[in-house]
């Protein structure tokens, strides 16, 4: 069984224009360690961009559903895997996606311990070198893709240790011969060389649509008999460098190969004289010392044992009587009766002679000085053997013991608190940081769950299923919202990036990052205009923002309650006031002499003005008279009633935004029948309606709902929507359709940014 299995991908790093090709490897996520590793070498012949979704999709496909299933079933799990590919292409050629068909080779490899599993479709190529013998691993191309079956039939075998496996896609023979491939690739002696041969034969011939896959599978004698190889997984071939290097190498170091057989000749001979030196010489020399040292260590043993042990044992013996007499334990029975001690005898100079200055470890051996007791005084054996008298109980000395050590009992019970404090905050924290690393394993396992559900959604926009695809994301990004925490808010927000931006696509959403702020008015809380030429109030002040400058404020006598504009030219403002009292504004303010009726917004169209008034159920229509206006008329003529009106727009039909979202549409005074369609989830519905922005210059109808600007055509179905994140609230906005730009108001700020 190999011990390591190693890997080297050989790729490009950009797309190529013509095709889709690449090569990946799909390792088993870290609770499945035992499925083994997929491999992928997929080209899709071609220059359709829907090529690298289909070449994506058959990949991620087939990794998702192996690694689903059950550790012990490997060609089981790549069976069902590879029909779940073949379903998914099935699905995709419903939905208009047949490029791929008859483009599309692949080989699809996996290992699992030592056992290969393999499947492709259309032409590639691959090699199994054992035993330094190359031989094909299929001899014939696969069968070409379809709709109905692609990947038909698994080729399954064993790998030994130390095998190598190249793979390589379909244009290998239109840059070199098999003859060149087999001496320059296949016959390398070290999965490195190979590598890098390979690498420079497809620079050498400008060959960067040939990729390429080489895996060895090492075993642990390998391992230990040689360095290991610090070999990198991806050699990308597009990448700069020497082509002619490796393959120069190659043939050099063959050379050299030849030159160092000539020099081993030499060696071989001038070893063998050595040899014979050695046998006649060296060899007899070294028997005879061996005997001579082994004749003198039997003799020295022999003089051991019969001469040196038996002093050891004698002194040692001596030495032991002494001490057990030291040691021996004696009663009062046993003691003899008191007489006067006699000088303990001293060593003379004769004995003193008789001892050996040396003992056999380095010591004298009797240099313990004196083993007999020093002589005892009569005193002293009287009171040795004195009998002890009871006790008395003295309650002086029992309180004073007591006052002494009356701490201890406080002090050892403040001491068990401690310890109990101790342990149990230990336990606690062992308690916290178990439950911590479950709740980790438990949100990281969530993640992988949305993760395959963001590959399923994509799968899901591919086959035009937009239903499923936004509603599967709408779940991820609902379930990212559970799982922030400091360990995997980085996986967090790359997930809900990617979910977000899918999406987005699916619901035809922009989000507004080119904004550049313009102005600012104290108060601001309406804007309109037309062009560049923008008019911005607050309550009581009024400034113009004309070629991205903000003129001086204007104060007004009184209360602006609305700002619209005049679509004539030159652009020209008009003010409603709480007055009320309408100001049709150029430089400045001009007051419009005419009876001016209570409202709550204005719209012009041609040279007529609009005045919204939902408290009378009513538009007042304010017609062009001469130089100046006549008094106003009642425009609903059917008894349509409007009390929830906050804002109206004019192209020639009136369109009244409701504060429940909806719009009624008039016509000629009377409404017709009209409603918003297929806004997309998850916000299908206008919940904070501001304003609404048409004129009859524009395709199309505007409204401000929180942050976000819908997009309707004038039939009043969906068309497009703009978000913005990174700015407050959006109070006010106007849209030049001509420019393709977006005045905001938020706050006191004004703001413009490109539509696209």
Known sequence: MPDRLRFIKLTNRSRLADRYLTVQAKQAPESSLDQGTIFALVEIEGANSSNYKIGQTVINTLARAYFRGEANKPAENFELA??????????????????????????????????????????????????????????????????????????????????????VSSGLFDITTKSEFRKFILEQPSTASLANNFSELVKLKNGQWVNGLILDLESEESLSNRPIENLPETLFLDASGSAKFGIMTTRIWRGTQKAMGNFGIQAKKLGSETQTKI??????????????????????????????????????????????????????????????????????????TQLPEQGLIGQAVYAIKDYAREPASKETKIKEYKAVKPTKFDLNKISMYLNRYRWRPWAFAGLAIILIVFFGNSLRMISNQRSSEADLAAKNAELTRLEDLLEEAKLARIFNQPDKAA?????????????????????????????????????????????????????????????????????????????NQLSDPQSTTDQITDLSFFDDSPATGLLLTNKPQLLKINDNPEEIEVETQVGKANATFFNSIYTLAPEANQIWKYAAAGDGFGNPSPYIVDGSEIPKAIDLAVDGDIFVLNS?????????????????????????????????????????????DDNRIIKFDKSGKFVAQYIVDNIGEIDSFTIDEAQGLIFILSGEKIYRSPLN
């Open 660 to 704: 429940n979202g909806t719009i009624f549409k008039f016509t000629s005074g009377r409404r017709q029948n009209f409603a918003l369609t297929d806004i997309p989830e998850p916000k299908d519905t206008i919940l904070n309606p501001k304003s609404i922005e048409s004129n009859k210059d524009d395709s199309f109808i505007y409204i401000l």
């Open 471 to 547: 509603n599967t994301l709408n779940e991820i990004i609902t379930s990212l919202a559970s799982l922030e925490s400091p360990e995997v808010a980085e996986q967090v927000a790359d997930i809900r990036q990617l979910a977000q931006a899918e999406l987005d696509t699916l619901t035809n959403t922009t989000r507004l990052t080119d904004i550049t702020e313009v102005g600012t008015l104290t108060g601001a809380t309406y804007l309109a205009g037309l062009a560049d030429r923008i008019f911005v109030a607050s309550s009581n002040s009024l400034a113009r923002l004309e070629n």
């Open 82 to 167: 590879l029909k779940q590919v073949n379903e998914t292409l099935r699905l995709a050629v419903q939905a208009g996606e047949t490029d791929w068909i008859e483009n599309l080779n692949a080989a699809l490899i996996l290992i699992v311990k030592s056992q290969l599993h393999l499947t492709g479709v259309g032409k590639n190529y691959g090699w199994l070198i054992r035993n330094k013998k190359s031989s094909e691993i299929f001899e014939k191309s696969w069968p070409k893709a379809s709709s109905n079956k692609t990947f038909s039939s698994i080729l399954t075998g064993q790998v030994e240790p130390n095998d190598r496996l190249v793979f």
């Open 279 to 352: 046998k006649d010489d060296l060899l007899p020399s070294g028997k005879k010392s061996l005997t001579q040292t082994k004749t003198w260590s039997e003799k020295q043993l022999s003089s051991f044992k019969t001469s040196t042990l038996p002093k050891i044992k004698e002194r040692s013996h001596s030495l032991l009587d002494k001490l057990k007499f030291l040691t021996k334990k004696h009663t009062p029975a046993e003691s003899p009766a008191p007489q006067t001690a006699e000088p303990e005898p001293k060593l003379n100079d004769q004995t003193a």
